[in-house]
C-alpha cells in the first residue's frame, strides 16, 4: 500500500471509529424517553447510521484485502 492508499485507509477507520461512538450516543439517547415511548426519528436515524457504519466497514476490509466478515451476518 502507498502513503495515499494508507492514508485513505485511515480516515475511513476513523470514520468508522466516530460512527460507532455515534451509534452507541444514539442507541443511549434513546433508550431515555418518557413512558417507553419509541423515537422514530431516533430510530431513523440508528438504522441510516447503521447502515453507513457496516458499508464503510466493509469497504475498509476489501480496502486492506480481508473478507468482509462481520460477526452476525450471514457471508
Given amino acids: 500500500m502507498n502513503n495515499g492508499q494508507e492514508q485513505t485507509l485511515a480516515d475511513m477507520e476513523h470514520e468508522c471509529d466516530?460512527?460507532?461512538d455515534r451509534l452507541e450516543w444514539l442507541k443511549a439517547r434513546n433508550g431515555m424517553t418518557e413512558e417507553g415511548k419509541v423515537n422514530l426519528e431516533l430510530e431513523d436515524e440508528i438504522?441510516?447510521?447503521?447502515a453507513k457504519f457496516l458499508s464503510l466497514t466493509v469497504a475498509c476490509m476489501a480496502y486492506r484485502g480481508t473478507p468482509p466478515t462481520i460477526p452476525g451476518y450471514i457471508n
Avoid: L
Fill in 18 to 20: 466516530q460512527m460507532c
Fill in 47 to 50: 438504522a441510516r447510521t447503521e
